[in-house]
């Protein structure tokens, strides 16, 4: 999937790889010291984007992800994917 990062309106790019695919996959955020230190919206689960080229985890909150399939979208609005055609995780 591609992941569009809606508070920059930008489609996100692996800080690693430069990949432009990712996996989800909800990742909890609980530990005590945020609610000790009155942070409970930091314990929410997190979007996780996992590169499907090199496996590096992104995390977000706040829901600022949107998820799209590759058929939706143009490959024009894309950033430059410097390794293109490299291989991929199973
Ligand atoms: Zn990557």
Redesign the pocket.
């Known amino acids: 999937m591609h992941v569009f990062v809606k508070p920059i309106n930008r489609f996100l790019a ?6 432009l695919l990712f996996v989800q996959r909800e990742i909890k955020m609980t530990t005590t010291g945020m609610t000790f230190f009155d942070l409970d919206w930091a314990n929410k689960s997190a979007d996780g984007a996992i ?1 499907r ?4 985890v992104h995390t977000f909150l706040g829901g600022g992800l949107q998820w799209l399939a590759p058929d939706q979208v143009k490959a024009d609005d894309l950033p430059e994917d410097p390794l293109a055609g490299a291989a991929e995780l199973p």
């Open positions: 692996c800080q690693v790889c430069a990949g590169c080229r090199c496996g590096f």
